[in-house]
């Protein structure tokens, strides 16, 4: 398995416009992670699924990013409008099973100006 | 609440041993972890152990738990510069509606120098 893979690798966009993040999890991996790391506030859990049903959102920042997972091999996060504090780089992380190791991929870097 | 901290910086010479440290607040975390984070990269998982546990060695690193202080430790023996990297230290909380929830410190930045 490739890992948990994470598209684009770099994102620069204007304020104001919509982003997508894309992550494929390893394949037969029940929990999906999107965790935000910035310097300010490190590393913190936005959101995370369980059989592709969002479990917890209690760490998405507002109501202008949201986060689906279709199908167990994908999911997004989307913020609309973007805004330059949402610069940072977002990683998304997936697990066999519940306390087992998450896999994280190699993050989104975005930049919003 | 949850909250675990870290010291942000630590710096050593090459060959010698290093020691980082972590403080954590939820008594019910199940699982500890130390998680390492080189240059552009995302995070891969060092070691972890199971909150019933004092201690766990893994050739070069050993992890100490003091369960009553809830403090968390990490030490690599022999440290190489391509030990240099950003360890974090994240928890697993009990709580109502999952317990697969991982809370990061902040990073300790380990410098290894020759």
């Known amino acids: 398995d490739a890992g948990v893979i994470q598209s684009p690798r770099h994102e620069v966009t204007e304020m104001g416009q919509e982003v997508t993040l894309r992550c494929k999890p390893i394949?037969?991996?029940?929990?999906l992670f999107w965790y935000r790391q910035t310097m300010m506030r490190g590393l913190e859990l936005l959101i995370y699924?369980?059989?592709?049903?969002?479990?917890?959102d209690s760490g998405m920042p507002e109501d202008r990013f949201s986060a689906k997972m279709p199908n167990a091999s994908f999911s997004t996060l989307k913020i609309q409008p973007s805004e330059p504090r949402d610069s940072a780089v977002y990683f998304c992380?997936?697990?066999?099973?519940?306390?087992?190791?998450?896999?994280f991929g190699q993050g989104t870097r975005l930049t919003v100006v | 609440g949850e909250d675990v901290e870290q010291s942000l910086f630590l710096s050593v010479r090459e060959g010698d041993s290093s020691v980082i440290n972590c403080t954590y607040t939820?008594?019910?975390?199940?699982?500890l972890y130390w998680y390492k984070q080189e240059p552009g990269a995302g995070l891969q998982l060092l070691t972890y152990?199971?909150?019933?546990?004092d201690m766990k060695q893994d050739q070069r690193l050993t992890v100490l738990l003091n369960k009553k202080d809830k403090h968390l430790s990490l030490r690599i023996a022999d440290t190489q510069t391509g030990d240099s990297a950003i360890y974090f230290c994240?928890?697993?909380?009990?709580?109502?509606?999952?317990?697969?929830?991982?809370?990061f410190g902040a990073g300790t930045r380990l410098a290894v120098h020759p």
């Open positions: 699924f369980n059989n592709n049903v969002p479990i917890d």
């Open positions: 992380a997936s697990s066999l099973r519940e306390n087992t190791e998450a896999f």
């Open positions: 994240a928890e697993t909380p009990m709580f109502s509606g999952g317990y697969n929830k991982l809370i």
């Open positions: 152990i199971f909150s019933n546990m």
């Open positions: 939820d008594s019910s975390s199940t699982y």
């Open positions: 394949s037969g991996h029940d929990y």
